[in-house]
């Protein structure tokens, strides 16, 4: 594949392309989703994180007022996956406004984010139409992000969408950057990550 399509310049997302970017997973946001299962949305957050490191993507990692409340810093299972990387904790609701966040972006050299973000309708929205507007191609995993209600998960993701952002899932993300099997340096890390996620049958 790497020999067919460029994947710095490719249209679609690459590990050469794209950056993740987690905000506000914390036990205080995650508790206050009601529009989806949350166990099922810390899953297939862990999964994204793995895909992300599988393929050597950028990360950059933010809470909000955690310093303020220690009982309510990044989720246990995140901070598993996440260990050596810096957490960026802000008072802005909107993570865009504050400048180490929005320096940590430029800092990867990546156009095109794929963002996932508690809550919906705020610290996933919000920075998503500001990066939209800063030229950014945005891609929000809209099965690894949750709302307080039904409602305002879905009034977020309409909001993102006309802004120009496009919806992904974390199987979709996985597919999108392996693209061919024959890239065996990463090929049975991805199968193992799909069983997680419950697309391939487990072995054991």
């Known amino acids: ?43 297939r957050t862990v999964l994204l994180v793995k895909l992300a ?5 950028p990360l950059v990692v933010s809470t909000v007022n955690a310093s303020a409340d220690e009982s309510n810093r990044l989720i246990p299972a995140l ?30 050299g990546r156009r095109k984010l ?22 950014y191609m945005v891609y929000p995993v809209v099965d690894a ?6 409602v305002a998960h879905k009034a977020g993701l309409r909001r993102i969408e006309q802004a120009g952002a496009v919806p992904t899932t974390v199987v979709q993300f996985a597919c999108e950057l392996q693209r061919d099997w024959a890239r065996e340096d990463t090929a049975e890390g991805i ?3 799909l069983r997680e996620a419950g697309v391939f049958p487990r072995m054991d």
């Open 53 to 57: 490191k599988q393929f050597g993507l």
């Open 79 to 108: 901070r598993n996956e996440l260990c050596g990387i810096d957490v960026i904790d802000r008072t802005y609701i909107n993570a865009w406004e504050d400048i180490r966040f929005r320096t940590a972006v430029e800092e990867t």
């Open 191 to 193: 199968v193992g990550i």
């Open 145 to 150: 992000i949750g709302g307080t209600t039904v």
């Open 1 to 43: 594949m790497d020999n067919i399509r460029d994947q710095n310049t490719d249209h679609l997302l690459t590990p050469r392309n794209a950056a993740l970017l987690l905000i506000d997973y914390q036990p205080m946001q995650v508790n206050a989703v009601t529009s989806a299962d949350r166990a099922r949305v810390v899953s």
């Open 114 to 135: 794929v963002i996932a973000g508690l809550w919906t309708e705020a610290c996933l929205t919000f920075p998503a139409i500001d990066a939209i507007a800063d030229g």
